[in-house]
């Protein structure tokens, strides 16, 4: 690809991105990402990505690479042969990475990602790209150490987690949009981790205390 066309799809990406986030999944339209993006040619997004999903998926994907390697040295440093890994610290591994990602500079992420998994088709989508692997991997690892808790409790738990984490990164990102004072990204990201693990290792209501621990596999 030729520089001109590499210059085109970052614009459509970047333009995609917020068009996603601003109306939705499917209510965005791709003729007005085209021209948002300053292509001539209203076709534009589906010479370069295929289709809808096609851009979906690469909107979701190039921002994953950095997120994927800071997710796989943070579980190597805290749960290392040398190190006991608790729920904390794959909590930790879930979130700060991609609390990073969203807030190194202003842009869409946030809001796009919970436009996405608000939409169960795109969700679908995106769960089953290559660049989800780590992240799919991570919930395994979660998933299995919440497992007295039975499978719908855990599944509950995780979508609570997604629901929670996602929508704070969105506010977070509209708070900024319209200069509203917001937490500092240590904060945010602090505050992102206490209460995702308080989340997850919550005892069940009426039920025994509940104590999650996750030993070095």
């Not at 990505?49 to 579980?75: E, H, K, Q, S, W």
């Amino acid at each position: 690809m030729g520089r001109s066309g590499a210059v085109a799809r970052q614009r459509l990406l970047d333009t995609a991105e917020r068009h996603f986030a601003e109306h939705g999944v499917a209510g965005a339209s791709l003729r007005d990402i085209a021209a948002d993006a300053g292509q001539r040619n209203n076709s534009a997004p589906q010479y370069h990505f295929g289709d809808r999903a096609g851009l979906v998926a690469a909107v979701f994907a190039r921002r994953m690479g950095p997120i994927n390697a800071r997710r796989r040295t943070l579980l190597a440093d805290r749960t290392g042969p040398d190190r006991t890994g608790d729920l904390g610290a794959h909590v930790e591994a879930l979130v700060v990475p991609l609390a990073h990602e969203v807030c190194r500079a202003p842009g869409w992420y946030g809001r796009f990602l919970e436009r996405c998994y608000a939409d169960p088709a795109a969700a679908a989508l995106v769960a089953g790209l290559p660049e989800a692997a780590p992240l799919r991997a991570l919930q395994a690892r979660l998933a299995s150490r919440l497992a007295p808790l039975g499978p719908v409790v855990c599944r509950s738990r995780a979508e609570q987690l997604q629901s929670h984490v996602l929508t704070t990164l969105a506010r977070w990102e509209w708070a900024g949009d319209r200069g509203q004072r917001r937490l500092t990204v240590g904060r945010l990201t602090t505050e992102l981790v206490a209460t995702g693990t308080a989340l997850l290792g919550a005892p069940p209501p009426g039920g025994r205390t509940f104590r999650v621990r996750l030993a070095t596999d």
